[in-house]
T-cell receptor, first 110, second 113 residues
């Protein structure tokens, strides 16, 4: 079982729709959860992080965490073509390293 | 822009050679972590440096080594390059080794032929 699992996609949504990206993790001791966006050929860019169960909103983005189900999600409201990218879920268990999933490719069509 | 810089941007090496990649952390950040991202994969943790000491290491062989300097910039050295070392090498800086947020530099694309 992979430590962090994501559906590779692509997830296709029309412009203006809500995109829902999901991630599961295996280590119950995981403490911090991150979503990075990565455009093709570029480095990952931190979008959001969440530490506590529940929802955390930042502009068009909402991160949701359910530690009992070991599940993290990212909702993108009013999706734009510029949101088309690979979204990486990352989990921090100890103090040093981030463990990444393989990413979900999101395509937003005009 | 995160304020983290890396050099060079691209590099082509031959199998068996050695390579040094460089990273300058964001101002005020004293911790640098290095990651390897193969094509189509998520980044994988190589190691972390905090105040010039290695502070944690991932599942990479000893031919991957590093340094951190007093100004908190860092180097990643890879000896005896193999074809599978071809990847995007990312450094991320943070404030403190227990910091939650890490910010990535633009990466160095290494191709081994």
């Amino acid at each position: 079982q992979k430590e962090v699992e994501q559906n590779s996609g692509p997830l296709s949504v029309p412009e203006g729709a809500i995109a829902s990206l999901n991630c599961t993790y295996s280590d119950r001791g995981s403490q911090s959860f991150f979503w990075y966006r990565q455009y093709s050929g570029k480095s990952p860019e931190l979008i959001m992080f969440i530490y506590s169960n529940g929802d955390k909103e930042d502009g068009r983005f909402t991160a949701q965490l359910n530690k009992a189900s070991q599940y993290v999600s990212l909702l993108i409201r009013d999706s734009q073509p510029s949101d088309s990218a690979t979204y990486l879920c990352a989990v921090k268990t100890g103090f040093q390293k981030l463990v990444f999933g393989t990413g979900t490719r999101l395509l937003v069509s005009p | 822009e995160t304020g983290v810089t890396q050099s060079p941007t691209h590099l082509i090496k031959t199998r068996g050679q050695q390579v040094t990649l460089r990273c300058s952390s964001q101002s005020g950040h004293n911790t640098v972590s290095w990651y390897q991202q193969a094509l189509g994969q998520g980044p994988q943790f190589i190691f972390q440096y905090y105040r010039e000491e290695e502070n944690g290491r991932g599942n990479f062989p000893p031919r991957f080594s590093g340094l951190q300097f007093p100004n908190y910039s860092s180097e990643l050295n890879v000896n005896a390059l193999e074809l599978d070392d071809s990847a995007l090498y990312l450094c991320a800086s943070s404030i403190g080794w227990s910091s939650r947020e890490q910010y990535f530099g633009p990466g160095t694309r290494l191709t081994v032929t």
